[in-house]
């Protein structure tokens, strides 16, 4: 595809249920962020795989959430036993290079709008 | 720790006016600084970007940003906004080496008047 998409765009849970909220990243990216949202805010980091290493989950707000990126391309965003707290648009980037000391430009999908009641 | 501050949470400007947004930040070393636009119900598109060298860069839609490293700051500047130009707009901040991880500010959402 040409850019990054996410599935789904819309997400509607109860509280207490599990989410899977899925990233397709740009065909050969190396780097895969994702961001959390929340209303009115600036996008958040929350982990960043290379290939299908999770080198950085620092921002993960809690043990319920986790992220995997099992073959280095598509990722999934899972949460467990949701909060009200968890509702934001879920970000996802992801640029060609891997680490290093030159920049790597993200580039990021449509979001996926996650509503817990 | 690394930090953006963007003053200003709403703006509204008459379309054909100028535009300037403001942007701080904090971080120890030489920082990589951006501006992101965002539509509703679109992604971040990347608007312009500052590494090194000339202080004063140009992006796409006939913005410009210039990086004033005494002021800690990186305003994003438009001669002539357009109705199109209505969105959120993002500072964000790039940690230099490893991987890029970007620290955002909270936003400015932008209004234009016919």
């Known amino acids: 595809g040409a850019g990054v998409s996410q599935s789904p765009r819309y997400k509607v849970a109860k509280r207490g249920q599990d989410v899977a909220l899925r990233c397709d990243p740009i065909s050969g990216h190396v780097s895969l962020f994702w961001y959390q949202q929340a209303l009115g805010q600036g996008p958040e980091f929350l982990t960043y795989?290379?290939?299908?290493?999770?080198?950085?989950k620092s921002g993960l707000p809690s043990d319920r959430f986790f992220a995997e990126r099992p073959e280095g391309s598509v990722s999934t965003l899972k949460i467990q036993r949701t909060q009200q707290e968890d509702s934001a648009v879920y970000l996802c980037?992801?640029?060609?290079?891997?680490?290093?000391?030159?920049?790597?430009?993200?580039?990021f999908g449509p979001g996926t709008r996650l509503t817990v009641l | 720790a690394q930090s953006v501050t963007q003053p200003d949470i709403h703006i509204t400007v008459s379309e054909g006016a100028s535009l300037e947004l403001r942007c701080n930040y904090s971080?120890?070393?030489?920082?990589?600084l951006f501006w992101y636009v965002q539509s509703p119900g679109q992604g971040l598109q990347l608007l312009l970007k500052?590494?090194?060298?000339?202080?004063l860069v140009q992006g796409i839609k006939g913005f410009e940003a210039e990086f004033k490293r005494s002021q800690s700051s990186f305003n994003l500047r438009k001669p002539s906004v357009h109705w199109s130009d209505a969105a959120e707009y993002f500072c964000?901040?790039?940690?230099?080496?490893?991987?890029?991880?970007?620290?955002f500010g909270a936003g400015t959402r932008l209004a234009v008047h016919p």
């Open positions: 964000a901040v790039g940690v230099s080496g490893g991987y890029n991880k970007l620290i």
């Open positions: 980037a992801s640029s060609l290079r891997g680490q290093g000391l030159a920049y790597n430009e993200q580039f």
């Open positions: 971080y120890g070393a030489t920082p990589y």
């Open positions: 795989f290379q290939n299908e290493a999770q080198l950085d």
């Open positions: 500052y590494f090194s060298g000339d202080t």
